[in-house]
């Protein structure tokens, strides 16, 4: 099953060596993390949009991969390497949501260095992935930064040319408007303002917000007022 994985996206979760008159003093470290899916999807001519549009429930599986590297054993300057992938490890929380509304409770995924793990796609919607370390090695440096990315699977093929449009918006952490265009931020993202990106919120709570109702019923009112102004002006 090794061989037969699609790798969609990777990235790092990197801790700098620190140094000083030229050599370092305590290593680096960098974390690789890869999603992908199994089985294999056309890639040929496909843009990222269209080949995940061809994953489909019940079929694929999601992939995680962990490769760790550090720059330990030198004695000034020192190469990266994985001799000592068992040493590392991170934490992989999977989130999946339809149409705004988390389908189950959230995963979170331990994998060690030149580890893997797999994730069954049972329904549509939207997956996404948080990366964070755990482990670092013998003494390195604590990577600083996390990673993030989605999956948005469709529920049956589209031949329309929708499957761009809807997984470039999953892959800005939007919904996909009726007009064709991206809306909001998915469930478990806000908008900031600072970046213009919807960035992954910290899990510490309800999502409930009362001032969204209250917007609602406020103009909910304004249209029936409106709607009266209207027909008494008529009459």
Excluded at 5 to 14: S, Y
Excluded at 69 to 94: L, N, P, Q, R
């Amino acid at each position: 099953m090794v061989d037969d994985i699609t790798w969609l996206k990777e990235g790092v979760l990197k801790g700098k060596p620190s140094t000083a008159a030229g050599c370092e003093t305590v290593c680096g470290t960098k974390q690789i993390w890869m999603v992908g899916v199994t089985p294999q999807v056309e890639t040929e001519g496909k843009t990222n949009r269209q080949i995940i549009s061809q994953i489909r429930p019940n079929h694929h599986q999601l992939v995680i991969k962990h490769i760790a590297k550090d720059s330990s054993g030198g004695t000034c300057t020192s190469s990266y390497h994985s001799d000592e992938e068992s040493t590392h490890k991170f934490e992989a929380t999977v989130k999946h949501t339809y149409k705004g509304q988390r389908v189950i409770k959230d995963s979170e995924i331990i994998v060690v260095g030149g580890g893997a793990a797999f994730i069954p796609i049972t329904s549509a919607g939207n997956y996404n992935f948080k990366f964070k370390t755990l482990e670092w090695g013998e003494n390195c440096n604590k990577p600083t930064n996390t990673g993030n990315y989605s999956v948005y699977v469709l529920e049956t093929p589209e031949s329309n040319g929708d499957d761009d449009d809807l997984n470039d918006c999953a892959s800005q952490n939007r919904e996909l408007t009726l007009s064709g265009n991206c809306g909001d931020c998915l469930s478990g993202f806000t908008y900031d303002s600072s970046t213009g990106l919807c960035v992954a919120d910290d899990d510490n709570g309800s999502e409930f917000n009362p001032m969204a109702i209250a917007v609602i019923m406020l103009g909910g009112v304004g249209v029936f007022l409106l709607t009266n102004t209207i027909f008494s002006t008529n009459s």
